[in-house]
Nanobody, 125 residues
Framework: VQLQASGGGSVQAGGSLRLSCVGS????????VAWFRQAPGQERAFVAS????????NTAESVKGRFTISRDIAKNTVYLQMNSLRPEDTAVYYC???????????????????WGQGTQVTVSS
């Protein structure tokens, strides 16, 4: 499956953005789809995930209550709604998909076999 991430941009603190991750080549059914982010000089970190078929989600504590992951089955698309953005949310955001993701590895980069190209999110104070 090929992943295409979009929706990044520059916003002021307190603003909102919605990222999209479109899958092509095959359906996301049977996959867990996640968002990770990587700030300059830092490792790529888990943000949120969703089981595409059942809809169960996981969200990192650092964004809980501000970010929401969702999916549109008909469009084979996963979204990340980001509200109350902070300067520390500035990063390149990547979407990823995998078929062997379980609760114990959901936040691990190695659990995801497919990655999109990333979209830049910049939050200014």
């Amino acid at each position: 499956v090929q992943l295409q991430a979009s929706g990044g941009g520059s916003v002021q603190a307190g603003g909102s953005l919605r990222l999209s991750c479109v899958g092509s080549g095959r359906t996301f059914r049977g996959h867990t789809v996640a968002w990770f982010r990587q700030a300059p000089g830092q490792e790529r970190a888990f943000v949120a995930s969703i089981k595409f078929s059942g809809g169960a989600t996981n969200t990192a504590e650092s964004v809980k209550g501000r970010f929401t992951i969702s999916r549109d089955i008909a469009k084979n698309t996963v979204y990340l709604q980001m509200n109350s953005l902070r300067p520390e949310d500035t990063a390149v955001y990547y979407c990823a998909a995998g078929t062997t993701v379980i609760s114990s590895n959901v936040a691990s980069r190695t659990a995801y076999a497919y990655w999109g190209q990333g979209t830049q999110v910049t939050v200014s104070s």
